[in-house]
C-alpha cells in the first residue's frame, strides 16, 4: 500500500525550535507504515496575517493559492502558524487543508511539549480528513461516518477541550474512546487502529537515556530536552539556564564559591 503524502507547511515564521521539530515529526516516517510527512523546499510563509487573530477565510485562500502556485502535491496540507484563531480554536479546517496555531500553547503548558501538542493535533487532523491511500475506494456506509470533536472530556484525541488545559491531558493519556474507536474500525480498519493507537501513545519517543532513542537524539543533537524545555524559541536567560544545568554538580559548587569569595573580597568581609 502507498503512503499517505502528507505537507507540513510553516504558514508563518516560527516561534520554535524548527530543525528540532522536523526531527521530531521526521522520525514518524521510520515509526509507522500509513503517512510519509515532508516539508517542502520552500522559503515563503503564505499565510498573510492582517488582523491580530487570523480569519478562517483569510488563511484558507492564502493556503490553497500557495499549494497551487508552488505546485506541492499531497493528500492533506498541514499549515503551522504562530498567530491564534479569532475563536481560539487550535486548529481550523477546510477539506484537506488545515491549519495549527502555536499561540494557544504557552509555555506554561509544558510539558508537554509544544511538539508533542503539535504532533497531537497533527495526528487529530489526519483523522478528520479521512486521506487515503490512492487506489482505495470507500463505501458508502465508510464515507457517511463523520470525524468530529466531542464536548465531553473524555481523554480522546477527538475531545474539543474548551478549556486548553484539558488538551494536556489528552495528549498524556495518548486515548481513543470508544465511539471513534469503532468509527475508526469500520472506516480505516484493524491495521490501521493498531498503528495510530501505537503512535498516539507516543511510546516511540522513547527515554532521553536510551542511546539512539528519538528523545535521546533530541536532547544530544538538537540541544532539546522533550522533558524540560517548552519546544518555543530559547530566550538568551533559556540557553544559559541550559548550559548552566549541563554542568556537574561539584563543578557549579565550585563556580558558586569563587563568585561567593570574589563578592566577599569586594566587600571587605574576606581578605
Given at each position: 500500500?502507498?503512503?499517505?503524502?502528507i505537507?507540513?507547511?510553516f504558514?508563518?515564521?516560527?516561534?520554535f525550535?524548527?530543525?528540532a521539530?522536523?526531527?521530531?515529526i521526521?522520525?514518524?516516517?521510520k515509526?509507522?507504515?500509513?503517512y510519509?510527512f515532508f516539508?517542502p523546499?520552500v522559503?515563503?510563509?503564505?499565510?498573510?496575517?492582517?488582523?491580530?487573530?487570523?480569519?478562517?477565510?483569510?488563511?484558507?485562500?492564502?493556503?490553497?493559492a500557495f499549494?497551487?502556485?508552488?505546485?506541492i502535491?499531497?493528500e492533506?496540507?498541514?499549515?503551522i502558524v504562530s498567530?491564534?484563531f479569532?475563536?481560539?480554536y487550535?486548529?481550523?479546517?477546510?477539506?484537506n487543508?488545515?491549519a495549527?496555531t502555536?499561540?494557544?500553547?504557552?509555555?506554561?503548558?509544558s510539558?508537554?511539549?509544544?511538539?508533542?501538542?503539535?504532533?497531537?493535533?497533527?495526528?487529530t487532523c489526519?483523522l478528520?480528513?479521512?486521506?487515503i491511500?490512492?487506489?482505495?475506494?470507500?463505501t458508502?456506509e465508510?464515507k457517511n461516518?463523520?470525524?468530529?470533536?466531542?464536548?465531553?472530556?473524555?481523554?480522546?484525541?477527538a475531545?474539543?477541550?474548551?478549556?486548553?488545559?484539558?488538551?494536556k491531558?489528552d495528549?498524556a493519556?495518548?486515548?481513543?474512546?470508544?465511539?471513534?474507536?469503532?468509527?475508526?474500525?469500520?472506516?480505516?480498519?484493524?491495521?490501521?487502529?493498531?498503528?495510530?493507537?501505537?503512535?498516539?501513545?507516543?511510546?516511540?519517543?522513547g527515554?532521553?537515556?536510551?542511546?539512539?532513542?528519538?528523545?535521546y537524539?533530541l536532547?544530544?543533537i538538537?540541544?532539546?530536552?522533550i522533558?524540560r524545555?517548552?519546544?518555543?524559541?530559547?530566550?538568551?536567560?533559556?540557553?544559559?539556564?541550559?548550559k548552566?544545568?549541563e554542568?556537574?554538580a561539584?563543578?557549579?559548587l565550585v563556580?558558586?564559591?569563587?563568585?561567593?569569595?570574589?563578592?566577599?573580597?569586594k566587600?571587605?568581609?574576606?581578605?
Amino acid at each position: 500500500m502507498n503512503r499517505i503524502k502528507i505537507a507540513i507547511i510553516f504558514g508563518t515564521e516560527p516561534n520554535f525550535e524548527v530543525y528540532a521539530f522536523k526531527y521530531f515529526i521526521l522520525a514518524l516516517n521510520k515509526n509507522q507504515k500509513t503517512y510519509e510527512f515532508f516539508f517542502p523546499d520552500v522559503e515563503d510563509y503564505p499565510i498573510k496575517v492582517k488582523e491580530k487573530r487570523l480569519d478562517s477565510d483569510e488563511w484558507q485562500n492564502d493556503a490553497k493559492a500557495f499549494i497551487n502556485e508552488k505546485d506541492i502535491i499531497a493528500e492533506c496540507f498541514i499549515f503551522i502558524v504562530s498567530k491564534g484563531f479569532k475563536n481560539n480554536y487550535f486548529f481550523r479546517r477546510n477539506g484537506n487543508y488545515f491549519a495549527i496555531t502555536t499561540d494557544t500553547w504557552d509555555k506554561y503548558f509544558s510539558p508537554p511539549s509544544l511538539f508533542e501538542y503539535l504532533f497531537h493535533s497533527i495526528y487529530t487532523c489526519l483523522l478528520y480528513s479521512k486521506a487515503i491511500p490512492e487506489g482505495i475506494i470507500l463505501t458508502d456506509e465508510q464515507k457517511n461516518i463523520v470525524f468530529e470533536s466531542h464536548i465531553e472530556t473524555k481523554g480522546c484525541i477527538a475531545d474539543f477541550t474548551r478549556d486548553k488545559f484539558d488538551d494536556k491531558i489528552d495528549i498524556a493519556l495518548g486515548y481513543i474512546c470508544e465511539e471513534d474507536t469503532k468509527k475508526i474500525m469500520k472506516c480505516y480498519g484493524s491495521e490501521y487502529f493498531k498503528e495510530f493507537e501505537r503512535i498516539i501513545d507516543r511510546k516511540w519517543i522513547g527515554d532521553k537515556e536510551q542511546v539512539g532513542s528519538i528523545a535521546y537524539n533530541l536532547k544530544h543533537i538538537f540541544k532539546f530536552d522533550i522533558d524540560r524545555d517548552s519546544g518555543f524559541n530559547k530566550s538568551f536567560w533559556d540557553k544559559i539556564k541550559g548550559k548552566f544545568h549541563e554542568i556537574p554538580a561539584n563543578i557549579i559548587l565550585v563556580i558558586l564559591t569563587a563568585i561567593t569569595m570574589f563578592f566577599l573580597m569586594k566587600l571587605g568581609i574576606v581578605v
